[in-house]
């Protein structure tokens, strides 16, 4: 069983950044994918950003060029940079463990983009 802790959400401006970290615990086996989902108010969860052990990486093509993600595997950590926030990126993010098709969340952070 894996627990996750998310930190670093929170009330940015429009065109601001914020960076996101996602801590993981418990049996991990080395072989895995750390990531990001989504999700705002009336919309289905979104992937974001995932990473894997190897840090090959896939992004939602709406973050490319925005936002970041990286992993320390030493720390079981992944970080998720996010520049020129926009008012569509308001949402929960919610930090995802995968291995062997196995998946799991944290509780998630609250992003709010506003003026």
Same mark, same amino acid.
């Not at 401006?13 to 801590?23: D, E, F, I, K, M």
């Not at 995932?50 to 709406?62: E, G, M």
């Not at 925005?66 to 992944?78: E, H, L, P, Q, Y």
């Not at 308001?90 to 952070?109: P, Q």
């Given at each position: ?13 429009? *065109? *601001? #950044? ?6 993981? =615990? ?7 994918? @750390? *990531? &990001? ?9 979104? /992937?974001?950003? !995932? !990473? $894997?052990?190897? =840090? !090959? $990486? ?6 490319? *060029?925005? +936002? %970041? !993600? ?6 079981? %950590?992944?970080? /998720?940079? @996010?520049?020129? /926030?926009?008012?569509?990126? $308001? ?5 995802? +463990?995968?291995?062997?098709? @196995?998946? #799991? &969340?944290?509780?998630? %952070? /609250?992003? $709010?983009? =506003?003026?």
């Amino acid at each position: 069983q894996v627990q996750l802790v998310e930190s670093g959400g929170g009330l940015v401006q429009p *065109g *601001g #950044s914020l960076r996101l970290s996602c801590a993981a =615990s418990g049996i991990i086996p080395s072989a895995n994918a @750390m *990531g &990001w989902y989504r999700q705002a108010p009336g919309k289905e969860r979104e /992937l974001v950003a !995932i !990473i $894997t052990s190897i =840090s !090959i $990486t896939n992004y939602a093509s709406s973050v490319k *060029g925005r +936002f %970041t !993600i990286s992993r320390d595997n030493a720390k079981n %950590t992944v970080y /998720l940079q @996010m520049n020129s /926030l926009k008012a569509e990126d $308001t949402a929960v993010y919610y930090c995802l +463990f995968r291995v062997y098709g @196995m998946d #799991s &969340w944290g509780k998630g %952070t /609250l992003v $709010t983009v =506003s003026s």
